[in-house]
C-alpha cells in the first residue's frame, strides 16, 4: 500500500474526526451557557427553560452528515472494491479534508451561536428563540451542502 492509498482510506475517518469534534465543541459552548441561563433562572425561583437543551443539541447533526459521509465513501473498500482508493486517493484526501473542515466549522459555529442564544433568551425574557434557531439553520444549511456537494463528487 502506497502512501497516497493509505491517505485515501484515512480520508473518510478525518470527515468523522472534524465533524465530531465541531459537534463537541459546538454542544459545550451552548451546555456551558445553558447550564449559566438555568442558574440564573433556578436564582430567581423561575421554571427552567426547555428551549436551551434545543440549543444545545443542534450542533449534533454535523456528527450524524459526517458519519453517513463517511460510511459513503468507505463502501467499496467494505465491499472489497479497494481500486477505488488505489486510482482517486487524492481526490478522496480532498473530500475527507473538505468535509472534516465543512462540518467542523458548521457545528461549531452553531454552537457558538446557540450559546449566544441562551444568554439573550435567559436575559430577554424567553424572547427570540424563533430568530435563534433560524440563525442556526443558516449555519446548518452550511454543513448540510457540504455534506451534499461532497457526496456527489465522491467517486463511484
Request: charged letters at 10%; proline letters at 3%; glycine letters at 16%.
Amino acid at each position: 500500500m502506497t502512501g497516497m492509498e493509505f491517505a485515501g482510506q484515512l480520508s473518510m475517518g478525518l470527515v468523522l474526526i472534524g465533524a465530531t469534534a465541531g459537534s463537541a465543541l459546538g454542544i459545550g459552548a451552548a451546555a456551558q451557557a445553558a447550564a449559566g441561563a438555568w442558574a440564573k433562572e433556578a436564582k430567581a425561583g423561575k421554571t427552567l427553560n426547555f428551549a436551551y437543551i434545543v440549543l444545545s443539541g443542534m450542533p449534533l447533526s454535523q456528527t450524524i452528515y459526517g458519519f453517513i459521509l463517511m460510511l459513503v465513501g468507505l463502501k467499496p473498500l467494505i465491499a472489497g472494491q479497494d481500486s477505488i482508493i488505489a486510482t482517486h486517493p487524492g481526490t478522496l484526501l480532498g473530500i475527507g479534508l473538505a468535509g472534516a473542515l465543512a462540518e467542523f466549522a458548521s457545528a461549531w459555529i452553531q454552537g457558538l451561536i446557540g450559546a449566544a442564544g441562551c444568554r439573550s433568551i435567559s436575559e430577554g425574557e424567553g424572547k427570540g428563540l424563533a430568530f435563534i434557531i433560524i440563525c442556526m439553520g443558516i449555519v446548518e444549511t452550511v454543513g448540510l451542502f457540504g455534506f451534499v456537494f461532497l457526496l456527489i463528487v465522491l467517486p463511484k
